[in-house]
């Protein structure tokens, strides 16, 4: 089965400084997909990108990027230049082929920009 | 685009009582997601359907939950009785669904803060 970890429960960041929030994931698939979403203290969960298996250059959405690291099976987020609004809880999830669309999420990093 | 509406967006009920989450998804997406979301077990899984039809139910925590999607537009998530655990924040998601296609993102709804007392 698969399974999506995060290690940092917590993470501090001054603002205008780059911060990555790790995942590693575990499945013995070769095609899949790894996400992150972003969940502010309002509660809604809000799509930042995506990242699949098979694409050679990791992704980049505006200030958003993940560091693809597909030998060591890890999927970090690096939003760089932070700001206050970035301040939220943070979900990794993977979704494998053959499971419709199905997504298994991580536990989640929140991260606290400071001034 | 209207996103995905969930309703209630708060409900306080007693223990005992029959609770009713309603979800309608963003048109034209052919899977629907129920989650939910608490402090101590994160971000779970219920049930999704594709097409209508339920799909996978193993996260249902027991028979005290139903789900249906009667319709391409509208899905419910019954809990009768509900308990004082059931308190929990209830997603509901959709997504397009293309066969062999990972790239589509679930879109969250606002959620429903559920607390039974």
């Known amino acids: 089965a698969q399974k999506i970890t995060q290690t940092q429960p917590g993470m501090f960041v001054q603002e205008k400084e780059a911060v990555t929030l790790d995942c590693t994931y575990d499945t013995s698939d070769q095609s899949y997909g790894l996400f992150w979403y972003k969940q502010p203290s309002s509660g809604e969960m809000i799509f930042l990108i995506y990242q699949g298996s098979y694409d050679e250059q990791n992704a980049t959405e505006g200030r958003y990027s993940l560091n693809f690291q597909k030998a060591r099976k890890s999927a970090n987020l690096v939003i760089s230049a932070s700001q206050l609004g970035d301040s939220a809880m943070y979900f990794c999830a993977m979704r494998l082929t053959g499971t419709a669309s199905k997504l298994t999420f991580g536990t989640g990093t929140r991260l606290q920009v400071t001034l | 685009d209207a996103g995905v509406i969930q309703s209630p967006r708060h409900e306080v009920t007693e223990m005992g009582q029959e609770v009713t989450l309603r979800c309608k998804p963003i048109?034209?997406?052919?899977?629907l997601f129920w989650y939910r979301q608490t402090m101590m077990r994160g971000l779970e899984l219920l049930i999704y359907f594709n097409n209508n039809v339920p799909i996978d139910d193993s996260g249902m925590p027991e028979d005290r939950f139903s789900a249906k999607m009667p319709n391409a537009s509208f899905s419910t998530l019954k809990i009768q009785p509900s308990e004082p655990r059931d308190s929990a924040v209830y997603f509901c998601?959709?997504?397009?669904?293309?066969?062999?296609?990972?790239?589509?993102?679930?879109?969250f709804g606002p959620g429903t803060r559920l607390t039974v007392t």
């Open positions: 048109s034209g997406h052919n899977s």
């Open positions: 998601a959709s997504s397009p669904t293309f066969r062999g296609v990972l790239r589509y993102e679930q879109y």
